[in-house]
């Protein structure tokens, strides 16, 4: 499907990891995995092995929700 393929391949990095998607065994479930910067500091080849989730994205048809500890993941957007 071609929306699993992209989310896939989704990467980026935020102060504190470098994230990528993980999909579950569940078709809809997607988990955000990080791998802490300051344990990790250089980007490795097999970089996935000392991810750790940190949120979950449901996905089905076009609707999305992410859930997670909070204090997460901050994307960017204002917290107030």
């Known amino acids: 499907m071609f929306r699993d393929l992209r989310m896939a ?3 980026w990095e935020t ?3 470098r994230c ?3 999909k579950s065994p569940e078709p809809n479930v997607w988990s955000v995995m990080g791998v802490n910067k300051k344990d990790h ?6 970089d996935d092995a000392y991810a750790t989730p940190l949120d979950f994205i449901i996905v089905y048809v076009d609707d999305i929700l ?3 500890p909070s204090g997460g993941i901050n994307l960017g ?4």
């Open 15 to 17: 102060a504190e990891h």
């Open 20 to 22: 990528h998607l993980a």
């Open 66 to 68: 992410c859930t997670g």
């Open 41 to 46: 500091p250089e980007l490795l080849l097999h």
């Open 9 to 11: 391949s989704f990467r």
């Open 77 to 80: 957007k204002d917290q107030n």
